[in-house]
């Protein structure tokens, strides 16, 4: 079961084939098998996930299930999901039990999707590795010496390893589409307000976006048409209509433009990483796709506009966390100041400290114009550049990251060299556009995946190309060893 697509599995669930209840209960199996060695979940929710498998049966009998009906996935921890924990990794909110359910977690349930759990995920989602979780590092399907991508890298792993049919995520700077290629599935960012962001923890508001993971481009399209939409609950959901984003996904790509920034190109892409998206574009050529060189020239300062915004953002968020009204509460204070202090001292991760300290400093008195007004400025070019763009082009494609995955501990005593691993996707999130990753290659058994930028709102066009490459390559079918029944994994 865990080789079947989304349309594979509701086909099944539909004829009779097995029920959601033996489809959950399978991949539950897998979890338990599979997990220790992953460290992909935080928590597991089986009791629950079998009480909505049978629900879902119930609505497959009755004739009234819909495209996903009974087929179970996982949730990012970021995702406040009503009286189970929901942690964003951290110490802080280890004991935390969301009281609602976000409205992404809301519209799934409506889906008849039943949860397999939730999962680990870098503290707050600040980080690019996944080894920044209080609940410990995640490890990546391919080489268990490996990070798996952060901040989502629970649910790509999970995915990857087909221990989820699909799972949800978040891309603050390329959350999503790093870990997606690091461990070689298809993973989207829709447009900034694409989807609702009530019940999402934040990090940075500006720049947080959810999304999914799945095997294919057509499984994102499915999961993304259900989880979309605009929700009254959050004041940066645009009022937009959803489109069916499975309906194009055959249409031709004749007289596509596809735009390479040579911005993308230049010192500091690894050569291997390097040939394999040039190949990538190659077969788009092959499919009629025109291939235009373009600039977009500010994008060395994304970089340093994305680490003032960003951790801006986050020290605003993260006050509210002070062990009075929820989340760690240290003990035995002195007095309030203490309290506080040593409340959030005991309860957050180094890097999260780092960032507070950082945005804090940029939102400070006498140095606000300095920093944070001179980055939300860059980000103004940043968007121009994009928009300049998409006059002559139809997409952008590049890299996802500079290199594949590198080993555990690798980078952990350099957060600039950790921070420039998104050189490629924090662009994206700055201007509020769509991309995604899907997996094209293979560099010494691990995987390289290839970005596909679009213009607002453009996600069907994305996946109909990423969907359309698919069907000349089986990148995106291939499953590491070890979780791979078919070639003795089990």
Request: glycine share 8%; aromatic share 8%; charged share 20%.
């Amino acid at each position: 079961m865990h080789t079947k697509s989304l349309s594979e599995l509701a086909a099944d669930l539909k004829s009779g084939a097995y029920s959601s209840v033996e489809l959950t209960q399978y991949f539950l199996d897998r979890i338990n098998r599979y997990n220790t060695a992953l460290n992909a979940f935080i928590t597991v929710t089986d009791e629950s996930a079998l009480s909505r498998a049978k629900a879902a049966d119930e609505q497959i009998a009755a004739g009234s299930a819909g495209a996903l009906t009974g087929i179970p996935l996982a949730y990012k921890d970021i995702f406040c999901t009503d009286g189970v924990r929901t942690s964003a990794g951290s110490k802080m909110l280890d004991n935390f039990i969301a009281p609602y359910n976000a409205t992404v977690v809301e519209k799934l349930n409506q889906a008849g999707m039943p949860m397999l759990g939730k999962t680990n995920m870098d503290e707050f989602a600040m980080g690019s590795s996944n080894e920044n979780s209080y609940y410990g590092v995640v490890k990546n399907p391919w080489d268990l010496a490996r990070i798996p991508g952060g901040s989502s890298g629970g649910s790509a792993a999970t995915v990857a390893a087909r221990l989820s049919p699909v799972a949800t995520g978040t891309d603050t700077g390329g959350s999503i589409r790093q870990p997606a290629a690091m461990t070689g599935i298809t993973g989207i960012k829709p447009t900034y307000g694409r989807v609702s962001r009530f019940g999402m923890i934040a990090y940075a508001s500006s720049l947080d976006q959810g999304g999914v993971f799945g095997t294919s481009a057509e499984d994102c399209a499915l999961v993304l048409t259900a989880m979309s939409g605009f929700d009254e609950k959050d004041s940066t959901s645009a009022e937009h209509a959803v489109p069916d984003f499975s309906a194009s996904l055959k249409d031709s790509l004749a007289g596509l433009k596809i735009g390479l920034p040579k911005e993308y190109f230049e010192e500091g892409l690894d050569a291997q990483v390097e040939k394999s998206i040039q190949e990538a574009i190659e077969a788009y050529r092959k499919m009629g796709a025109e291939i235009i060189e373009i600039s977009l020239p500010n994008t060395p300062l994304a970089i340093p506009a994305y680490y003032v915004v960003a951790p801006a953002e986050c020290s605003s968020n993260l006050s509210r966390l002070d062990g009075v009204r929820y989340g760690y509460r240290c003990e035995n204070a002195k007095d309030l100041t203490d309290h506080y202090m040593r409340s959030r001292g005991e309860a957050f991760g180094v890097e999260v400290k780092r960032r507070i300290m950082v945005g804090t400093y940029a939102l400070s008195a006498g140095y606000y114009d300095a920093y944070y007004l001179k980055a939300q400025q860059i980000r103004r070019l940043i968007s121009e550049d994009f928009q300049k763009a998409f006059e002559t082009v139809d997409v952008i494609m590049g890299p996802v990251a500079p290199n594949t995955a590198f080993k555990i501990g690798e980078k952990s005593d350099d957060p600039v060299g950790m921070y420039l691993s998104d050189i490629y996707t924090i662009s994206v999130n700055l201007a509020g556009l769509p991309a995604m990753s899907l997996p094209v290659a293979s560099v010494n058994n691990l995987p390289v995946g290839l970005q596909i930028i679009g213009n607002y709102f453009d996600e069907a066009k994305m996946l109909n190309i990423a969907h359309q490459y698919q069907q000349v390559s089986d990148h995106h079918q291939q499953i590491p060893t070890a979780f791979d029944v078919t070639r003795g994994g089990e």
